[in-house]
């Protein structure tokens, strides 16, 4: 009656049966085994529970319950369960990948390959076996014997969606995308309708250039299904690099009024917000997404960067919030590291750089010449990058790497394992807070010693975090409450500046044909604050005919172009007097634009570091305000390493004073600009051996304190 499509039938006639004999096994059984079918999973237990009192040994009740354990979340149940079968039949091939499938799925990886590798002796053409192991050797950073198990599945089942999706995933990873773009391709011919493989098709498509063709698959995705967080996220990203932040900002605003009330969608509102310069509007929406998810830790991170744009936030406040984060990520590291595998030492150290920016970025523009200057002898490197990206000075860099490791795609403690079992003595954090950034591996202790420098302007607020690298100009003893880290300070500066291969000649200075001088700044919108336009506009009003141009990517809205010469009215200033402009694609490009610069600004309290630097090289000396805080004292520390000191002002009078000196000396400001790409090499920030040298001596001094 059952196999005939009759289960009422064959369950009057089960009951029959066992009223017939209460104790007859095979009814009750296939009685609960028709319950489990059609979802009455709590008499179906209550069955598969009966026969194994009279019969404890009866795998195929004790299995079906597993299933039935699992499908119900009681996981470590259906594990006992599963153990309880393998024990009775040690070939019971099905009871093999479950147990692992259902390991893998509550992180116990070890033991879920552990388990597959056993059935991979007994059953090697289990359905999905491959697959599944290959998840595992991707989730543990083993991406090419991930590829290796994907193509095993795949040649088994030519059809298997998942096993192409995930096989393009690992192979995008380890940035072999054009193979990743046809395996994804193929996915989508088998089953077109998946919004997840639409969205990581878009995913590599942007990552490697076809920016229209990524939106339209985001937008695919979303079609198939609107509440789709990572094709939502993907595509906001995808707006808001181009600069297209208003419509970033309408995307998530529609996602927020569809009821789509996630941290990930306020957090990403935050962003578009803050690019369009609202701080304010930007840091409610970071509240809206920890108040949704107050251990959201993106959504934490985003908050704490936001805090250097303004400068209304109490220093202690946002060390508070930082301690906060500190002990949310310490709390998820619950097995911390005590001891390591690194040695002693006593060759060279095994320093680990862990950073989301080992491409074409700010970061990378300054650690180039650093680790092409380091000493082998003295230094290895590995590195553990958290971005997908590779860009020319990836490739560049690269070879400077004993080991290239990507942690994308790890989860913390995977990424953690990782990291502590290549025996690492000096782990170097380059994020800090910024995107892409990896501080709960931090947490986890994964080396003995660790230490946050480069890429983010305060503290980690990781207690695992053992020092912070400055220098005596940007960071001063009365700072230092401000940071969970001891301060190191290396000699000079903590900076070193990487010359760029794409910058052409110093240009004669501008205000000699144009008749009237042109300040400028090429720094992120959102670092101009009402008290930088305000100083600025004094600036202007007090040199007749002077020009601010200004070039950022948010200006490529014309309605933040617009509101930027509002505030400027708002100052009496006049639209005449502003140049505004979008980004040029292609370093060489942005750097000839300082061309039509005679003297740069920097904002505060965020100032800049690149792109003074960048000015600088081109030519173009840059005015500065001396700050209290680390962030505020970037201009500081360049500026006097440069050796143009006297171009730092203590308070904006100061600053108009300096500005309306160097109008009036217009020779004296040319003489300036065609010595200035000179001085600058000869000065610490572009002497990379001997920054090397500094930056050995400090890790091999951390190391030591640590010994002792």
Same mark, same amino acid.
């Given at each position: =009656?059952?196999? @005939?499509? =009759? *289960?009422?039938?064959?369950?009057?006639?089960?009951?029959?049966?066992?009223?017939?004999? *209460?104790?007859?096994?095979?009814?009750?059984? !296939?009685?609960? &085994?028709?319950? =489990?079918?059609?979802?009455?999973?709590?008499?179906?237990?209550?069955?598969?529970?009966?026969?194994?009192?009279?019969?404890?040994?009866?795998?195929?009740?004790?299995? !079906?319950?597993?299933?039935?354990?699992e499908h119900s979340g009681r996981a470590d149940e259906a594990i006992a369960s599963y153990r309880r079968v393998l024990a009775i039949v040690p070939q019971h091939a099905d009871a093999h990948f479950n147990l692992g499938s259902l390991l893998f799925r509550q992180g116990e990886l070890a033991a879920a390959e552990a388990v597959f590798r056993e059935l991979l002796l007994l059953a090697p053409a289990h359905p999905h076996l491959q697959a599944a192991l290959g998840d595992i050797l991707r989730e543990t950073g083993r991406a090419e014997a991930a590829v290796c198990a994907y193509r095993c599945a795949i040649e088994s089942d030519p059809d298997d969606v998942s096993a192409l999706n995930n096989l393009a995933l690992v192979l995008a990873e380890l940035g072999a995308r054009q193979e990743a773009e046809a395996a994804f391709r193929r996915a989508l011919a088998l089953a077109p309708t998946s919004a997840e493989v639409w969205n990581n098709l878009g995913f590599v498509l942007s990552a490697a250039g076809p920016v229209v063709e990524a939106e339209n698959c985001f937008a695919k995705a979303l079609t198939l299904r609107p509440d789709y967080m990572d094709a939502l996220n993907n595509l906001g990203g995808l707006l808001y690099e181009r600069g297209d932040l208003a419509a970033a900002r309408a995307l998530f605003e529609d996602a927020v009024a569809r009821g789509l009330r996630r941290p990930e969608v306020f957090m990403n509102l935050s962003l578009a917000l803050r690019g369009m310069g609202d701080l304010g509007a930007s840091e409610d929406a970071s509240a809206q997404a920890l108040a949704i998810d107050a251990e959201c830790l993106p959504a934490f991170s985003n908050l704490l960067f936001g805090y250097n744009y303004g400068s209304f936030q109490d220093e202690g406040e946002c060390l508070a919030e930082a301690k906060r984060y500190g002990a949310l990520v310490r709390e998820r590291a619950k097995d911390r590291y005590t001891s390591w595998v690194c040695g002693g030492g006593e060759g060279r150290l095994r320093v680990g750089i862990v950073s989301g920016d080992l491409r074409d970025h700010s970061v990378g523009h300054f650690l180039e010449s650093v680790v092409r200057a380091l000493d082998p002898a003295r230094i290895e490197l590995v590195a553990y990058p958290t971005h997908h990206e590779v860009s020319a000075l990836t490739v560049r860099m690269k070879p400077c790497f004993s080991a290239w490791k990507p942690l994308v795609g790890l989860n913390d403690e995977a990424? @953690?394992?990782?990291?502590?079992?290549?025996?690492?003595?000096?782990?170097?954090?380059?994020?800090?807070?910024? @995107?892409?950034?990896?501080?709960?591996?931090? %947490?986890?202790? *994964?080396? *003995?010693? =660790?230490?946050?420098?480069?890429?983010? &302007?305060?503290?980690?607020?990781?207690?695992?975090?053992?020092?912070?690298? %400055?220098?005596?100009?940007?960071?001063?003893?009365?700072?230092e409450r401000y940071f969970t880290e001891r301060i190191w300070r290396l000699p000079e500066s903590y900076l070193c500046f990487a010359e760029p291969p794409e910058g052409g000649e110093v240009s004669a200075l501008p205000a000699l044909r144009n008749g009237y001088l042109t300040f400028g700044s090429f720094n992120n919108l959102t670092k101009m604050t009402d008290e930088v336009v305000a100083l600025w506009a004094e600036l202007l009003r007090s040199i007749p005919g002077s020009r601010l141009r200004l070039k950022a990517k948010q200006l490529k809205e014309s309605s933040v172009a617009d509101r930027v010469r509002e505030r400027y009215a708002a100052q009496g200033i006049e639209a005449e007097r502003l140049q505004l402009e979008g980004p040029i694609v292609g370093r060489g490009g942005h750097l000839a634009a300082y061309e039509g610069i005679d003297i740069g600004l920097d904002p505060f309290p965020y100032n800049g570091v690149t792109t003074t630097m960048e000015a600088l090289w081109m030519g173009v000396p840059v005015l500065a305000l001396a700050g209290e805080r680390f962030l505020a004292r970037q201009g500081v520390g360049i500026l006097n390493n440069a050796g143009l000191g006297d171009w730092v002002s203590a308070d904006g009078g100061e600053l108009i004073t300096k500005a309306q000196a160097w109008s009036a000396d217009l020779e004296g400001l040319s003489t300036m600009r %065609?010595?200035?790409?000179?001085?600058?090499? @000869?000065?610490?920030?572009?002497d990379a051996p001997r920054f090397a040298r500094h930056f050995e001596d400090a890790l091999e001094t951390m190391w030591q304190m640590r010994r002792r």
């Open positions: =009656q059952e196999e @005939a499509g =009759q *289960p009422r039938a064959a369950e009057t006639s089960y009951r029959h049966a066992m009223d017939l004999q *209460p104790s007859y096994l095979p009814a009750l059984y !296939n009685l609960s &085994c028709l319950q =489990q079918a059609r979802g009455d999973e709590v008499a179906a237990e209550a069955g598969y529970r009966k026969v194994l009192a009279q019969a404890p040994d009866f795998s195929a009740a004790l299995f !079906n319950l597993a299933v039935l354990l990424a @953690a394992k990782l990291i502590h079992s290549d025996g690492i003595h000096v782990l170097l954090d380059l994020s800090g807070h910024t @995107a892409h950034n990896r501080l709960p591996v931090f %947490a986890w202790k *994964p080396a *003995p010693v =660790q230490a946050s420098w480069l890429g983010y &302007c305060a503290t980690t607020g990781v207690a695992e975090m053992d020092y912070y690298i %400055a220098d005596a100009w940007t960071l001063p003893e009365s700072q %065609a010595g200035l790409r000179g001085r600058l090499k @000869a000065s610490p920030l572009l």
